[in-house]
């Protein structure tokens, strides 16, 4: 495993050694069963172990009520924006969504092909710096739910509240920060988040439903595209992505075996008081987001020489640092520093920055 590099990147993101050394295990021959980890059929006992060990660690660690729903899909958080919707919603019904960045524009986009979804919050002209707090909006009387984005990937800006939603039902896109912050599963009808980001590879999606979720879908839709499906069969109606369901159950492993969730919002909280910290401390650094907002998992920021950026940039990747570059809906440098990062790296990050201000201030 040698030549890694400290790997900031916003996703897919580092994952724990352990885990990247019991996939590697595992990839000529998952569990003493002679097949390979990528070779084995979704249908065998040995597999069907895999998926009930992932589900029943992903409702220890997240505390998931006991009559909740959970499931392993496909098609990212991307397909979750309109799948959520085609479920829940029904023509002409308004859902309200809190725009608080770039996924939560993209979910809004997808759920108003469906019903009548509007922002009751909208983030951009404030260059999404801020999420709201409960008072800046006013929950629809006839919406059905209320849609929120807990972690904002792009902008590194992170609710550290549970957002009022008029007593309305909550759905929750938690893809980047989910298993790293506190979460109240029960508070929450629907949520979803990829696994690329804190809890595995791209390519499975975790959707956690209420009772009244699944009540609600709807009939006759798409098998594909209808939670009640996947929910009958155990999230095997057709074949999943049996690889990222096995590193996801390590990702969660891991967890366990690290404090569970306690241990994990202890280790995130850390590692972004650390680098807040560093960033405070000087002019030289402009962080993008506001106090109040600043995300754990996606720290953003400017130089204040903004000449400087492309600099930082390639004398970080010298230095053996990754993915440090922001986006470019905000530009300068983003540390994603997802559950898998471990706080050696945000130590060398700071090292590297105090040198690269001496030499550059
Ligand atoms: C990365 C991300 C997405 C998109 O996920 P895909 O799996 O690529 O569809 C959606 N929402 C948030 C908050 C994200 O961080």
Not at 44 to 66: C, N, Y
Not at 232 to 256: A, H, M, R
Request: with cysteine.
């Amino acid at each position: 495993m040698s030549g890694r590099i400290h790997n900031f990147g916003a996703g897919p993101a580092v994952l724990p050694l352990s885990v990247v050394e019991a996939v590697s295990d595992a990839l000529p021959n998952l569990m003493g069963s002679g097949f390979g980890l990528c070779e084995i059929s979704h249908r065998s006992a040995t597999f069907q172990s895999v998926v009930d060990s992932a589900m029943e660690r992903v409702r220890r660690v997240l505390s998931v009520p006991a009559d909740y729903t959970v499931l392993f899909l496909q098609g990212g958080a991307s397909l979750q924006f309109y799948m959520t919707t085609l479920n829940i919603l029904r023509e002409g019904e308004e859902a309200d969504y809190l725009v608080t960045g770039g996924w939560a524009q993209k979910a809004l986009k997808e759920a108003a092909r469906v019903g009548d979804a509007s922002a009751i919050w909208d983030g951009a002209e404030n260059g999404f710096k801020s999420v709201p707090s409960d008072d800046d909006y006013t929950v629809r009387e006839n919406a059905v739910y209320t849609h929120y984005t807990s972690n904002n990937t792009l902008y590194g800006t992170q609710y550290h509240h549970l957002p009022d939603s008029g007593g309305k039902p909550r759905i929750l896109d938690a893809s980047s920060d989910i298993a790293g912050v506190p979460l109240d599963v029960g508070a929450h009808e629907i949520i979803y988040a990829g696994a690329q980001k804190n809890l595995g590879p791209s390519g499975v999606t975790l959707v956690i439903l209420s009772p009244w979720a699944m009540a609600r879908c709807g009939d006759n839709l798409p098998s594909m595209l209808d939670y009640n499906v996947h929910a009958s069969k155990g999230s095997l109606f057709n074949t999943p992505n049996t690889f990222g369901i096995f590193v996801l159950d390590q990702v969660f492993k891991w967890l366990e075996d690290n404090g569970g969730l306690e241990g994990s919002i202890a280790r995130n909280q850390a590692k972004a008081n650390l680098l807040y910290q560093e960033l405070d401390r000087s002019d030289f650094w402009a962080p993008h987001a506001e106090m109040n907002s600043r995300s754990v998992m996606n720290v953003t920021w400017r130089l204040a020489n903004q000449d400087l950026e492309a600099v930082f940039l390639e004398e970080s990747a010298a230095a053996g640092m990754g993915g440090l570059k922001g986006h470019r809906s905000v530009g300068g440098i983003r540390a994603s520093l997802y559950n898998g990062c471990p706080l050696d790296s945000v130590v060398a990050l700071i090292a590297f920055m105090q040198d690269f201000e001496a030499r550059h201030a």
